[in-house]
T-cell receptor, first 116, second 113 residues
C-alpha cells in the first residue's frame, strides 16, 4: 500500500530535550515536505526537499532541522524544543516538485507534539 | 507572494442540507487552486483542483468548486451533505510557475443529524 508513515504519532516532551520525528514514504517520491498545523493558521511549511541531499527552508524553519540522506526518509529534528513548537506536524511527499505544484501531495497521518 | 483566506472557521450544517465553504486568494500571477479535506485523525487528501480550463471543477464525494478570477474566489459547494462529510477543509493556492503551496486557515464542517 502506498503510504507516508510518521512516527511517533503522539509525543509529550519537555523543553530542551532533543527529539526526532521520522517520515518514510514507499512511493519513490522525489519531493518531501514538513508542515505544522495550528488552529486558524492552516498548514505552514517548515522545510522541504526536492531530492536526496537537497533541502530548503519553508516559511517557518526556525528551531527545526531536516536531512535527506535517502530518498524514502525525511526526518524532522527539534534540537531544543520549546513550548511554541507544540503543534500537529505533517509530512507529505510528491512524485516531483512539479506534481507538488499541481496539488498531488500525499500526507502522513500526523504527529501531535506537546512540549511542556 | 500569494495568500489564502477562508472566511469561515466553522460551518455547522444539517444532514442533507447544502453547504458552501468560502475561499478567497491573493496573487499577482496565474494560480492553481485546490481544496483538501482532513477527516478526524487523518492527513489531508486532495478533494479537487483547478489548473486551467472550465471554471467549474468537480471533485470526489459530490463536491464541486467554481473559480472566479474577477472575484479571486474558489468557493466549495455540496448540494446535500452527509454525516461522513464532517471534516476540516483547506483551500490552497500555488503560482502556476511557482514553488510552494499556500494553505488557508481551514474550515471545520460539522454535519448534524
Amino acid at each position: 500500500e502506498a503510504q507516508v508513515t510518521q512516527n511517533p504519532r503522539y509525543l509529550i516532551t519537555v523543553t530542551g530535550k532533543k527529539l526526532t520525528v521520522t517520515c518514510s514514504q514507499n512511493m519513490n517520491h522525489e519531493y518531501m515536505s514538513w508542515y505544522r498545523q495550528d488552529p486558524g493558521l492552516g498548514l505552514r511549511q517548515i522545510y522541504y526537499s526536492m531530492n536526496v541531499e537537497v533541502t530548503d527552508k519553508g516559511d517557518v524553519p526556525e528551531g527545526y532541522k531536516v536531512s535527506r540522506k535517502e530518498k524514502r526518509n525525511f526526518p524532522l529534528i527539534l534540537e531544543s524544543p520549546s513550548p511554541n513548537q507544540t503543534s500537529l506536524y505533517f509530512c507529505a511527499s510528491s512524485l516531483s516538485f512539479r506534481a507538488m505544484n499541481t496539488g498531488e501531495l500525499f500526507f502522513g497521518e500526523g504527529s501531535r507534539l506537546t512540549v511542556l | 507572494a500569494q495568500s489564502v483566506t477562508q472566511l469561515d472557521s466553522q460551518v455547522p450544517v444539517f444532514e442533507e442540507a447544502p453547504v458552501e465553504l468560502r475561499c478567497n486568494y491573493s496573487s499577482s500571477v496565474s494560480v492553481y487552486l485546490f481544496w483538501y479535506v482532513q477527516y478526524p485523525n487523518q492527513g489531508l487528501q486532495l478533494l479537487l483542483k483547478y489548473l486551467s480550463g472550465s471554471t467549474l471543477v468537480k471533485g470526489i464525494n459530490g463536491f464541486e468548486a467554481e473559480f472566479n478570477k474577477s472575484q479571486t474566489s474558489f468557493h466549495l459547494r455540496k448540494p446535500s451533505v452527509h454525516i461522513s462529510d464532517t471534516a476540516e477543509y483547506f483551500c490552497a493556492v500555488s503560482a502556476a510557475a511557482g514553488n510552494k503551496l499556500t494553505f488557508g486557515g481551514g474550515t471545520r464542517v460539522l454535519v448534524k443529524p
